[in-house]
């Protein structure tokens, strides 16, 4: 169907239509041309603005160091596992506990509604604090009290901290896809003799999930990153931690910025899937919206 | 014969909005009966009380001599025995079509997956779909998918099929495939209760039309008595503007 549009521009049309911010529309060579001239033209004017000026050379040393950033690199990505391994164990954790609170809130009747009452008042609590208060609070207070049969390790508090903050975001992301599905469809499972929990868990939440899909995905592009907050409570050899033990030896800002490169790696392909889930998603609902 | 269904006093309402002012409805076993009547004059309620998805304000309603709006009556039991199709089909989009049609089977019914999809391409079968079994819901015309939303409901076996205008929704070429299916559950004694405004239909299919108007039954009969001579004016009213419409 955009064959006889672009066949006529460069072949990287189609990727040069992102920066025009039309993918896929009409605006033609002429379009294409002006978006990559413009840019060009404004990219090499920052650039040449930024190496110019006075301080340039001190602040290239300070924050971009070629030996220092090659020499760290590898040290960091070695530490950036943890972050990844933390992520992996506090998003499985944050997944399963959102999802109770959610269905949690999402009961009707005069029966449930302590159970709704604690879930609100979770939710409310843990998305009002900032989250490197709760993961401070846990990984410095619990240890501290030696409680028998408790964890002692301020790591493994941080972690509980990420989850029962993160747990009340992406409870509410949940919350939202339930409510997205439509009544009908908890009547149509009810009339066939499903009980409320059955047609809960085999019509609503399977629906839900594939709904919010795209902001959840958004939740985890946040997790990933506060996994670094775990490095400013604890002494645990992460990545940012690791940034900082180098920063101190080097008297210099490029290994902090190796870090962060390397939370980019992560994150920047994390958000460019989730931009696609969502515009897939609301392509579906454009074709699909006849019923 | 033996009664289906009984319906006696049946009130209903929505805030200020009085749908159902006092309803009286008898139902025998294999009767096919029609209820027309007016958008807003309570038809689908009705039909939705009886299937218990709206809670009576007052009245009551016997199945098979069950009084299923006392108090400890277990609810999704009755629904097991009555089945209900809706206007806008209310597929799972989420699942092909023969998962809709052995959902409840295998979680409400507990019959084994496979047994259950053996009945389950029987009935797609029967209703001539069994070649969109491993379809998504979105992929079917509108005819096909009321058409499984048909087969749904009778995987569960129900003693009474209750049928909210599920023609009403579809284009006017698919209406007759959908009106095909019913006459052959009419033909095999399924006892069943439509809303519809398909008056051709009506006077083919059923034993009895009820005429409700404003929440209340105000004419009752045979189809040739309430669309040859209908004695309420009201009724008149109504069959004079469908005919106008030209929808019989």
Not at chain 1, 248 to 267: C, D, G, K, R
Not at chain 2, 46 to 69: M, P, S
Not at chain 2, 152 to 167: F, G, H, K, S, W
Request: aromatic share 8%; charged share 20%; with cysteine.
């Amino acid at each position: 169907m955009g064959d006889d549009l672009t066949s006529g521009g460069p072949p990287m049309g189609s990727r040069r239509s992102r920066i025009t911010g039309q993918p896929g529309r009409r605006e033609g060579t002429r379009g294409v041309t002006i978006a990559v001239v413009s840019t060009a033209v404004v990219f090499v004017a920052i650039v040449f603005a930024v190496t110019n000026s006075p301080y340039w050379p001190e602040v290239k040393d300070f924050f971009f160091n070629r030996e220092i950033f090659l020499d760290s690199l590898p040290q960091v990505l070695a530490k950036f596992r943890r972050n990844i391994l933390y992520f992996c164990i506090a998003e499985v954790f944050v997944l399963g506990l959102a999802l109770l609170l959610a269905v949690m809130r999402s009961l009707r009747g005069p029966v449930f509604t302590p159970i709704r009452g604690m879930a609100i008042i979770y939710t409310d609590v843990f998305r009002g604090i900032p989250t490197i208060l709760v993961v401070y609070l846990l990984a410095f207070g619990i240890p501290t009290l030696q409680i028998p049969g408790l964890p002692n390790s301020p790591t493994f508090w941080a972690i509980v901290g990420l989850i029962l903050s993160y747990s009340a975001y992406v409870s509410e992301v949940y919350r939202a896809g339930i409510e997205s599905v439509h009544p009908s469809q908890v009547s149509a499972a009810r009339s066939l003799g499903l009980s409320r929990g059955q047609s809960l868990r085999h019509v609503v939440i399977p629906q839900a999930i594939r709904r919010v899909v795209p902001p959840l995905m958004n939740d985890f592009v946040a997790l990933q990153k506060d996994t670094a907050i775990i490095a400013f409570v604890v002494a645990v050899p992460e990545a940012f931690k690791q940034g900082q033990i180098l920063k101190a030896a080097s008297f210099n800002m490029t290994p902090l910025v190796v870090v962060s490169l390397v939370f980019l790696i992560i994150t920047i392909p994390m958000t460019r899937l989730t931009d696609y889930l969502v515009e897939r998603e609301r392509r579906r609902r454009q074709s699909g919206s006849a019923v | 014969m033996t009664e289906a269904l009984r319906v006696e006093g049946l009130h209903k309402r929505f805030g200020e909005l009085e749908v159902l002012r006092g309803v009286d409805l008898a139902v025998d076993e294999h009767e096919v009966v029609c209820l027309i009547g007016a958008s807003g004059s309570g038809k689908s309620t009705l039909l939705r009380c009886v299937n218990l998805l709206e809670q009576a304000d007052a009245g009551t309603i016997w199945v098979h001599g069950q009084d299923v709006t006392a108090t400890g009556v277990n609810q999704n039991a009755v629904r097991e025995s009555v089945g209900i199709v809706f206007q806008s089909f209310n597929l799972f989009p989420h699942m092909t079509v023969l998962r809709n049609v052995t959902l409840a089977p295998t979680r409400v019914l507990k019959q084994p997956r496979a047994a259950a999809e053996d009945r389950g391409h029987a009935l797609l079968r029967r209703l001539g779909l069994d070649d969109k079994a491993d379809e998504y819901p979105d992929r079917l015309s509108g005819g096909q998918q009321q058409r499984v939303a048909i087969a749904r409901a009778l995987a569960m076996d129900p003693d009474i099929m209750l049928l909210d205008e599920i023609t009403s929704a579809l284009d006017p070429e698919l209406v007759a495939e959908v009106l095909d299916t019913l006459r052959e559950l009419a033909a095999q004694g399924m006892t069943m209760i439509l809303a519809t405004h398909e008056m051709g239909f009506a006077r083919d299919v059923a034993n009895r039309v009820y005429f409700l108007d404003e929440g209340r039954i105000l004419e009752e009969g045979t189809p040739e008595q309430i669309f040859s001579s209908p004695k309420q004016e009201r009724t008149q009213q109504f069959l004079e503007r469908i005919i106008a419409a030209g929808r019989m």
